[in-house]
């Protein structure tokens, strides 16, 4: 059975950072495509950031909403992808979820909250 647990969410204030995780297991994490999304109440879904592993290294792709500010990282030896965000805004507040993508195969994680509020 495949799983993708995040955890790190919470409430936060302005300027401040979080590091969202999100452990998968049932799938060999290595070969999959990983990418954060996020949706705010009334929005639609959109991405965050996304990261690739290949032989010759790792590709990272972020949303111009966060660049500069958020970074995506993978840990294959622990089957886990990272979301670190730093200098965060009120509109950052999102459910956050984790997805992941090896050809045809997609599994999305059940997300966590993100709130960043004063």
């Known amino acids: 059975q495949v799983q993708l647990v995040e955890s790190g969410g919470g409430l936060v204030q302005p300027g401040g950072s979080l590091r969202l995780s999100c452990a998968a297991s049932?799938?060999?994490?290595?070969?999959?495509?990983l990418r954060w999304y996020r949706q705010a109440p009334g929005k639609e879904r959109e991405l965050v950031a996304g990261?690739?592993?290949?032989?010759?290294?790792?590709?990272?792709t972020y949303a111009e909403s966060v660049k500069g500010r958020v970074s995506i990282s993978r840990d294959d030896a622990k089957n886990t992808v990272y979301l670190q965000m730093n200098s965060l805004k009120p509109e950052d507040t999102a459910v956050y979820y984790c997805?992941?993508?090896?050809?045809?195969?997609?599994?999305w994680g059940q997300g966590t909250q993100v709130t960043v509020s004063s």
């Open positions: 049932g799938i060999t994490f290595s070969r999959y495509e």
């Open positions: 997805y992941s993508r090896f050809i045809r195969l997609e599994y």
């Open positions: 990261i690739t592993s290949f032989t010759s290294g790792t590709r990272t």
